[in-house]
Nanobody, 112 residues
């Protein structure tokens, strides 16, 4: 059973930074394509970043230049470094493995 556990969310002021982590168990992490999504209550879940097993990376325009996705295969963990945060980044952030498995989400609130 593949399990994903996110952490690192919280309350941050506009312009601040947070780093989210997602630890994966139950699979060979190094071969997984890992993605980050976010969802505002009442709205659809939106894709924001992807890193493949070969470390090819893609970002949506909304986070390009501010967010950085990375992975540590030795720790079975994918990260999302979020800088220059804006109030519109407020959402529940989810990690996804191979388009099949989801974590429980971690809440990020950007507010003064």
């Amino acid at each position: 059973q593949v399990q994903l556990v996110e952490s690192g969310g919280g309350l941050v002021q506009p312009g601040g930074s947070l780093r989210l982590s997602c630890v994966v168990s139950g699979s060979i992490f190094s071969i997984l394509t890992m993605k980050w999504y976010r969802q505002v209550p009442g709205k659809q879940r939106d894709f924001i970043a992807r890193i493949t097993s070969g470390r090819t990376i893609y970002y949506t325009d909304s986070v390009q230049g501010r967010f950085t996705i990375s992975r540590d295969n030795a720790k079975n963990t994918v990260y999302l470094q979020m800088n220059s945060l804006k109030p519109e980044d407020t959402a529940v952030y989810y990690c996804n493995a191979n388009d099949n498995y989801w974590g429980q989400g971690t809440l990020v609130i950007v507010s003064s």
